[in-house]
C-alpha cells in the first residue's frame, strides 16, 4: 500500500490545482478540484501517474432535509409494530449543520499495482449541475455517469448516451435529489 504523502507530493508535482481536501474518505488521499471544467486534465494526469482504474463516481446534494413529497407516506400496513420499531417520521433538517445548494461529485481512482487510491472531489451548484464527461478516457465512466444523471440529474458534458439508466422514462424527476417530490404515475394506487 502506498504511502500517503509519498502519493500526495507525487501528484502534487504533476497537479498543483489540486489541494487537499479537508474531509478526506476513511484515511484516503483526498483531494479537492475547485473548477469542474478542469477534471478531463486532471483525470488524464492522474491516469498517467498509474490510476487507470476508475473505480466509482458517486454525489452527495448538500440541499438539507428531503422533501416529505418525496416518501410514500401510507400508514405502516402492519396494524401491530414490532416491540421497539417507531412509525416513519418526516425527515426534517439538522439544525446548525452547513447545508448548501450544492452537489459534492466524488471518484475514486485506483492504482491497482500499487494498491494505492486517490478520491477527488468537486463540489458543483444545483442549478448548474454539470461536469465534464470521463468516458472518453475511462470506460467504465459510462454507466456511472448515466446513472448519476438519472438518480441526480447531474449533466455529463460530452458523453456519447446520456440517457436514464435505471427508473423508466415515465418517471418525472431524479429521486435522489433532496428537493424530489413524486409525481403520482400509473403504478400509483
Same mark, same amino acid.
Given at each position: 500500500?502506498?504511502?500517503?504523502?509519498?502519493?500526495?507530493?507525487?501528484?502534487?508535482?504533476?497537479?498543483?490545482?489540486?489541494?487537499?481536501?479537508?474531509? $478526506?474518505?476513511?484515511?484516503?488521499?483526498? %483531494?479537492?478540484?475547485?473548477? !469542474?471544467?478542469?477534471?478531463?486534465? &486532471?483525470?488524464?494526469? @492522474? *491516469?498517467?501517474?498509474?490510476?487507470?482504474?476508475?473505480?466509482?463516481?458517486?454525489?452527495?446534494?448538500?440541499?438539507?432535509?428531503?422533501?416529505?413529497?418525496?416518501?410514500?407516506?401510507?400508514?405502516?400496513?402492519?396494524?401491530?409494530?414490532?416491540?421497539?420499531?417507531?412509525?416513519?417520521?418526516?425527515?426534517?433538517?439538522?439544525?446548525?449543520? $452547513?447545508?448548501?445548494?450544492?452537489?459534492? %461529485?466524488?471518484?475514486?481512482? !485506483?492504482?491497482?499495482?500499487?494498491? &494505492?487510491?486517490?478520491? @477527488? *472531489?468537486?463540489?458543483?451548484?444545483?442549478?448548474?449541475?454539470?461536469?465534464?464527461?470521463?468516458?472518453?478516457?475511462?470506460?467504465?465512466?459510462?454507466?456511472?455517469?448515466?446513472?448519476?444523471?438519472?438518480?441526480?440529474?447531474?449533466?455529463?458534458?460530452?458523453?456519447?448516451?446520456?440517457?436514464?439508466?435505471?427508473?423508466?422514462?415515465?418517471?418525472?424527476?431524479?429521486?435522489?435529489?433532496?428537493?424530489?417530490?413524486?409525481?403520482?404515475?400509473?403504478?400509483?394506487?
Amino acid at each position: 500500500m502506498a504511502d500517503i504523502e509519498e502519493l500526495a507530493s507525487r501528484i502534487a508535482e504533476k497537479l498543483p490545482e489540486l489541494s487537499r481536501h479537508p474531509n $478526506p474518505v476513511k484515511g484516503y488521499l483526498t %483531494l479537492k478540484l475547485e473548477d !469542474a471544467a478542469k477534471l478531463p486534465q &486532471a483525470a488524464a494526469a @492522474l *491516469k498517467a501517474l498509474g490510476f487507470d482504474y476508475l473505480e466509482m463516481i458517486s454525489a452527495t446534494d448538500w440541499l438539507g432535509a428531503v422533501k416529505p413529497e418525496g416518501y410514500i407516506r401510507n400508514p405502516n400496513p402492519i396494524v401491530f409494530l414490532p416491540e421497539g420499531a417507531t412509525p416513519q417520521s418526516v425527515p426534517s433538517a439538522t439544525p446548525g449543520f $452547513p447545508y448548501r445548494p450544492s452537489f459534492e %461529485l466524488l471518484w475514486a481512482f !485506483a492504482d491497482l499495482a500499487a494498491k &494505492a487510491w486517490v478520491f @477527488l *472531489k468537486c463540489e458543483v451548484s444545483r442549478e448548474a449541475a454539470s461536469v465534464p464527461s470521463l468516458s472518453g478516457l475511462y470506460k467504465g465512466a459510462d454507466w456511472q455517469e448515466r446513472e448519476l444523471f438519472d438518480l441526480m440529474g447531474i449533466r455529463f458534458e460530452g458523453h456519447p448516451n446520456l440517457a436514464k439508466i435505471l427508473t423508466p422514462d415515465f418517471l418525472v424527476g431524479h429521486p435522489l435529489r433532496k428537493d424530489y417530490v413524486h409525481v403520482k404515475d400509473r403504478f400509483d394506487e
